[in-house]
């Protein structure tokens, strides 16, 4: 069941057409508070949101929010309504991401952080939080050299 009452801001066919490569699309509980750790937490631009979808952009990549209601009658909805944790098993990683400001807007807002920010041996510096559904964000940057 869709919500939006306008016309989006492109033809879903048209946006469809221009994806390529990998694309990643994040089905989430409450759109508005995912849009808040996207853009408050890990500094994304919202391209286009309404109360169905949204599109971000960010550190090079683009990605899509869908909310739960709108796969209403996807074969995946069952899974949607059982009590799983989300996004478990996978971690998106947003190179170029600054992991202490994220973790600090993260603590802000009151979203989980698993591991705080610290420098790694593969020469990251890197912070794993959870978003609103469950989702791994892992912000990194370049490790400082000693």
């Known amino acids: 069941m869709k919500l ?3 016309d989006p801001w492109l033809p879903a066919p048209d946006y469809g057409h221009s ?3 990998l694309t990643l699309n994040l089905i989430v509980s409450n759109l508005e508070k995912a849009l ?3 853009r408050e937490v890990l500094g994304a631009e919202v391209l286009y949101s309404d109360p169905d979808f949204a599109i971000l952009q960010g550190y090079g990549a683009e990605w899509m929010l869908h909310a739960d209601h709108t ?3 996807h074969p ?5 309504a ?3 944790q989300r996004g ?3 971690e998106f990683r947003l190179h170029g991401c600054d992991p202490d400001t994220a973790e600090m807007a993260a603590r802000r807002l009151g979203f989980e952080v698993l591991a705080g920010a610290s420098d790694k041996p593969h020469g990251l510096r890197e912070v794993y939080l959870l978003d609103g559904d469950g989702y791994i964000w892992v912000p990194d940057i370049h490790r400082r050299s000693d």
Do not use: H, P, V, W
Not at 76 to 80: E, F, H, N, P
């Open 88 to 90: 478990a098993g996978a």
């Open 36 to 38: 808040l750790f996207q």
């Open 4 to 6: 939006r009452t306008t």
């Open 82 to 84: 059982q009590e799983i």
């Open 71 to 73: 796969y209403d009658t």
């Open 19 to 21: 994806l390529k490569g």
């Open 76 to 80: 995946i909805r069952g899974s949607l």
